[in-house]
Nanobody, 122 residues
């Protein structure tokens, strides 16, 4: 398994921006962001594959941007125009061995970070 460490969470007002970072101990094909709000299931936010193709949940399209730096084994999530409903614990995840249909499916990922809290106030 890959060791993942997230950073960059915090509290921000609606309309603000935050940038999350995740450092991986080694490279994998899929690197993704998930989030879990209190009392809700973990949901996929954005994913990027080994070829740099990006996948987004409909709820964040046009607001969030996923990117990676292969040289640093690092993953980023630029979150703009944040809404109170974006409040959640955000997790970095990594894995390989499945196609694009699984990009935002949490049950397919075996390596997870500890999470970083994002709180958006209205």
């Amino acid at each position: 398994q890959v060791r993942l460490v997230e950073s960059g969470g915090g509290a921000v007002q609606a309309g603000g921006s935050l940038r999350l970072s995740c450092v991986a101990s080694s490279a994998t094909y899929w690197m993704s962001w998930f989030r879990q709000a209190s009392g809700k299931e973990r949901e996929g936010v954005a994913a990027i594959d080994g070829g740099g193709r990006k996948y987004y949940a409909d709820s964040v399209k046009g607001r969030f941007i996923i990117s990676k730096d292969n040289a640093k084994n690092s993953l980023y999530l630029q979150m703009n125009s944040l809404k109170p409903e974006d409040t959640a614990m955000y997790y970095c995840a990594a894995d390989y061995g499945f196609g694009s249909a699984g990009a935002l499916r949490a049950q397919l990922y075996h390596s997870w970070g500890q999470g970083t809290q994002v709180t958006v106030s209205s």
